[in-house]
């Protein structure tokens, strides 16, 4: 009975490691080193999350799109399907990052969407458009310091389910059908204070 235990706990443990990625340029190479920066566990957004995100940001075609903790890759593959961005992710998770970008080469958008392994307080987010993020309030807080110090005027922020403390929120969408109980808010970096 001992040892069903500790399968269980070490299933757990496994099933709780973060995945967040970050933001860097196409090319650099995809396993820089390990990683052990996290500042939330890996969940998934609903597709329905995605689109609306991607929707509200306004995403056009001429822009790039930056996913800190890219998980699985559907933002990055929806930014580049649905609205012809290009999009690059930043994960931590060794796993997703082989298994995304597998799946965006075998989906033939190696052009316009990379995963990268990395951690995503490390990283230059100046060529970011939009940048998308899933992680609690405090991660959020912490983050904001680069958001601000790397993002240009008119560059937008994505957040699924949390607020960035702090800044005030150009739009909070909470009236998704298919989705109750999901808040997205969306940001605009504002001029450079000088």
Known sequence: MRKSGQVLVAGFVLCAMPAFSQGLLYGQTTHAKHYSNSLA?????????????LELADLKSS????????????ILITA????????????ISDAL????????????????ARVIHGDFM?????????????????????????????????ARVVSHDYAVPGWKAKTVDKDLPEARGHLIYLYEMPPKKK
Do not use: C, W
Not at 63 to 74: A, K, M, Q, V
Not at 97 to 112: A, C, F, Y
């Open 41 to 53: 566990p890996y969940v998934v957004s609903p597709q329905q999350i995605v689109d609306r995100m």
């Open 122 to 154: 490390q990283v230059d987010l100046s060529s970011a458009d939009v940048v998308t993020i899933y992680l609690a309030t405090d991660s959020n807080e912490i983050l904001r310091p680069n958001l601000e110090k790397y993002l240009r005027n008119g």
């Open 97 to 112: 990052v082989d298994s995304t970008n597998d799946r965006i080469r075998r989906l033939g958008l190696q052009n316009q």
């Open 63 to 74: 822009e790039t799109l930056y996913d800190l903790g890219s998980g699985d890759g559907r």
């Open 80 to 91: 580049v399907q649905r609205f012809h961005a290009k999009a690059v992710g930043i994960e």
